[in-house]
């Protein structure tokens, strides 16, 4: 799933205005089902895809 809403510009590190970035990538997000989802980001079009592991 592909969306606009973006974790790095929400956590203050997004790479359009902050051109070091402070994480590697792929960044993964837990479910509170205790499922993991990967993260990864395409800044120059300000995108974020989520997808299983």
């Known amino acids: 799933?592909?969306?606009?809403?973006?974790?790095?510009?929400?956590?203050?590190?997004?790479r359009k205005t902050n051109p070091?970035?402070?994480?590697k990538e792929p960044r993964y997000i837990r479910l509170r089902t205790g499922k993991t989802l990967r993260?990864?980001?395409?800044?120059a079009n300000c995108q974020m895809t989520i997808n299983n592991p």
């Open 20 to 23: 070091y970035p402070r994480d």
């Open 39 to 43: 993260l990864t980001f395409d800044c």
């Open 1 to 14: 799933m592909t969306c606009k809403y973006c974790l790095l510009f929400e956590l203050g590190h997004c």
